[in-house]
Every structure is written in C-alpha cells, then in structure tokens.
Nanobody
Framework: QVQLVESGGGLVQAGGSLRLSCAAS????????MGWFRQAPGKEREFVAA????????NYADSVKGRFSISRDNAKNTVYLQMNSLKPEDTAVYYC???????????????WGQGTQVTVSS
C-alpha cells in the first residue's frame, strides 16, 4: 500500500509559480503511474497531469499544457508538479494520486494524498 503526503500549496499572484511535492511511502513507488488532479468548490475533480513509473512518459490536460510540468524522483519517492504562469482559474485543491493501471481517469487511481490548496489571485 502507498501513502502519499503533499506539500507546497499556497497563495500566489497571477503569473507566478508554485511547485507541489508529493512524498510516497513504499518500495513499489516506481511501479506506479503518478497523477495530479484538482478540484474547485462545486466542481468535479479533474485530471491535471500524470507521469509513468519510469518518468519517461507524461500527459497533461489541455488547460495546463505548456504551463505545468510533472516530474518524479524515484530515489526520493517523490513526484512534483511545477506550475508556472498561474491563472485565477487554476485555483483549486490539488491532489496527487498513484495508479498501477490507469492514466487520466480518477477511477484508475488507488491511492490519494490529502490535497493541498492552491489559490491564485488576480
């Protein structure tokens, strides 16, 4: 079983940057696809980005493509989400998740972090 602990959320002005981190427990971390999702109040959780266990394959939602970058450090059992050129519409609770089967669908993810709040002011 994998336990995920997130950090790095906060308040930033539009155009600024944040880096989210998610530390994972367990020796099988490298076997999982790691994803980032976000959820704003009153909205469904949506896919943001994902990376394969080896770090050689990534996927991004169209809304963040070119602005966000996902990466992982298997030696540290940590996945990152670098967020640049932030917009007010990026405001949401961001969750990291781990899947041994899926990619973009939240249903395929077995483990979830507690979430970290990202607020972007205009």
């Amino acid at each position: 079983q994998v336990q995920l602990v997130e950090s790095g959320g906060g308040l930033v002005q539009a155009g600024g940057s944040l880096r989210l981190s998610c530390a994972a427990s367990g020796r099988t971390f490298s076997r999982y696809v790691m994803g980032w999702f976000r959820q704003a109040p009153g909205k469904e959780r949506e896919f943001v980005a994902a990376i394969s266990w080896a770090g050689g394959r990534t996927n991004y939602a169209d809304s963040v493509k070119g602005r966000f970058s996902i990466s992982r450090d298997n030696a540290k059992n940590t996945v990152y989400l670098q967020m640049n050129s932030l917009k007010p519409e990026d405001t949401a609770v961001y969750y990291c998740a781990a899947s041994n089967a899926g990619w973009e669908s939240a249903l395929a993810y077995d483990y979830w972090g507690q979430g970290t709040q990202v607020t972007v002011s205009s």
